[in-house]
T-cell receptor, first 112, second 111 residues
């Protein structure tokens, strides 16, 4: 399978804990995006990378959130001191430069 | 403004019927308008997309109609099938390749 992959698929954590998600994009894609989707809503843009450079961040990305793409391949999204409001599906997508975005299956986060 | 408004929120169609979902946007800087299909527990899957210099695009049973002056676009699903039952999202892309999504339409096709 050469699509976008995300791990873990599900994560349950207690409020105040840190969590990290991983995204592996389609191999030839140089752009990688993170979105957040809450139940019954459309995905909301968080941030994106072109190669290893983080080019844009949404105001939704508070200082508790950090994303990296150290070698321009996979990316990680870390949430520190999780809150119940962070419960959502975190989606990763990748594209070629200005190409169509292809989404992974998402990581569903539940903060108890 | 970055908002994309989508309607209806839910839609029930008989098998073989036509499903129509509408979207409206305000930002004239948007330059690409994709539609995504999402099944429960899955990520959105690209269905069909259109650029603003085209008024209609058809791929199989799926057609996008685009009205640039009205800043509206719609998805038509012809001969709707139970397997089409899913949530559909319209989206609009800006020059930075960031997608802004509509709120989604939950489609149910009854056999």
């Amino acid at each position: 399978d050469t699509g976008v992959s995300q791990n873990p698929r599900h994560k349950i954590t207690k409020r105040g804990q840190n969590v990290t998600f991983r995204c592996d994009p389609i191999s030839e894609h140089n752009r990688l995006y993170w979105y957040r989707q809450t139940l019954g809503q459309g995905p909301e843009f968080l941030t994106y990378f072109q190669n290893e450079a983080q080019l844009e961040k949404s105001r939704l990305l508070s200082d508790r959130f950090s994303a990296e793409r150290p070698k321009g391949s996979f990316s990680t999204l870390e949430i520190q001191r999780t809150e119940q409001g962070d419960s959502a599906m975190y989606l990763c997508a990748s594209s070629a430069y200005r190409g169509e975005q292809y989404f992974g299956p998402g990581t569903r986060l539940t903060v108890t | 403004q970055q908002q994309v408004k989508q309607s209806p929120q839910s839609l029930i169609v008989q098998k073989g019927g036509i499903s129509i979902i509408n979207c409206a946007y305000e930002n004239t800087a948007f330059d690409y308008f994709p539609w995504y299909q999402q099944f429960p527990g899955k990520g959105p899957a690209l269905l069909i997309a259109i650029r603003p210099d085209v008024s209609e695009k058809k791929e199989g049973r799926f057609t996008i109609s685009f009205n640039k002056s009205a800043k509206q676009f719609s998805l038509h699903i012809m001969d709707s099938q139970p397997g089409d039952s899913a949530t559909y999202f319209c989206a609009a892309k800006n020059a930075g390749n960031m997608l802004t999504f509509g709120g989604g339409t939950r489609l149910m096709v009854k056999p």
